[in-house]
């Protein structure tokens, strides 16, 4: 949300409380680009809340609390000094808000397309229309919330993504380098459970920390993040989440605006634990060689042999020739300690 950039300095404390029986702990607050992250002692991210489904529960009163959107038990107490943050925070409910389309003014136009549909046909009662319609109608900022929460279930494995300032700097220009017309793609790394690369619903791609702190150089986190991008070109990843959790859940989708937590849960777990099948290698080396990357390095990531991804190495369009570095040395340093060692 670029819109807001003089937010991003900002910081404030308050009270976080994980759960309605837990304890209160004293955080530390700061606006990103499209979330709201919490900081407990030692600079350890406690909680990553996405700014859409951000929540005043009790505006003109003290101290104000928020909460993630469906999730009241979850809060975040501000007292009446930090006036200047609780004033951000309320400026970018009300801009969001504006900006998408109205709850029930969405839901009105979906239910009169179904009927319509069905009075010329029944196309979308069939499940597999059903589905494309869903994939259709619903707005970015919807699907930055189902990323978010779906982001929200993988944390229960993969821990909150790392927060090192400037190891995410130096991620950020990474992301530029190798997808520079992706304006909405945002990098995380995570610690563990993401095998390689995983992109969400609202662009937002998940990075095991491994690609940066097992590899002496760039080459091999860039290749994933381009392999994961070939992937998700051949298919919309909330595409995929509705065909994995059903037409009843996309019928869902369509009249209430949310998706079951049980379904999100489900899927989180089959995006971590079942294997996917690699791009094809010609249109990979035409992305390595669109964002001027070299494809060997990251083919002996998958296979140090090279015998299963051969066609990856001898075809590596920056064999012969080096390629502009991806990034400068210091930023590949810093990334490589983005979690803290």
């Given at each position: 949300m670029k819109q807001f950039a003089e937010y991003r300095q900002l910081r404030a404390t308050g009270l976080w409380r994980e759960r309605p029986d837990a304890q209160r702990r004293n955080v530390t607050v700061s606006i990103g680009e499209a979330t709201l992250t919490l900081t407990g002692q030692n600079e350890r991210v406690v909680a990553h809340w996405s700014l859409p489904a951000l929540t005043h529960a009790n505006p003109g009163h003290y101290p104000a609390i928020f909460h993630p959107d469906g999730n009241?038990?979850?809060?975040?107490?501000?007292?009446?000094?930090?006036?200047?943050?609780?004033?951000?925070?309320?400026?970018?409910?009300?801009?969001?808000?504006?900006?998408?389309?109205?709850?029930?003014?969405?839901?009105?136009?979906?239910?009169?397309a179904v009927v319509l549909a069905v009075l010329v046909g029944g196309v979308f009662w069939l499940p597999d229309a059903l589905r494309r319609h869903a994939v259709t109608v619903v707005p970015q900022a919807k699907r930055a919330t189902i990323g978010a929460a779906l982001m929200s279930e993988i944390n229960r494995v993969s821990g909150p993504a790392c927060d090192q300032r400037e190891g995410q700097e130096a991620l950020d220009r990474l992301g530029r380098r190798v997808a520079a017309d992706d304006k909405r793609l945002r990098l995380l790394v995570v610690r563990e459970g993401v095998k390689g690369a995983l992109l969400l619903p609202g662009r937002v791609m998940l990075l095991n920390r491994t690609l940066f702190e097992d590899y002496e150089e760039p080459d091999v986190a860039a290749g994933f993040i381009l392999a994961e991008l070939v992937r998700s070109a051949s298919g919309d990843p909330l595409a995929a989440l509705l065909d994995y959790v059903g037409v009843r859940s996309a019928f869902q989708l369509l009249t209430t605006g949310d998706l079951p937590r049980t379904a999100l849960r489900s899927y989180a777990e089959h995006l971590l634990t079942d294997p996917r099948a690699r791009p094809p290698a010609p249109a990979l080396l035409a992305r390595f060689r669109t964002a001027q990357v070299r494809s060997s390095p990251y083919a002996f990531a998958l296979d140090v042999t090279g015998e299963t991804v051969l066609g990856l190495v001898e075809a590596d369009p920056f064999a012969a020739e080096a390629p502009p570095p991806l990034l400068r040395d210091f930023d590949w340093l810093r990334l490589q300690d983005i979690c803290g060692g």
């Open positions: 009241p038990g979850e809060t975040l107490e501000l007292a009446e000094d930090q006036a200047e943050m609780i004033r951000a925070l309320n400026r970018l409910c009300t801009v969001i808000e504006r900006s998408r389309p109205h709850p029930g003014r969405l839901r009105m136009v979906i239910l009169s």
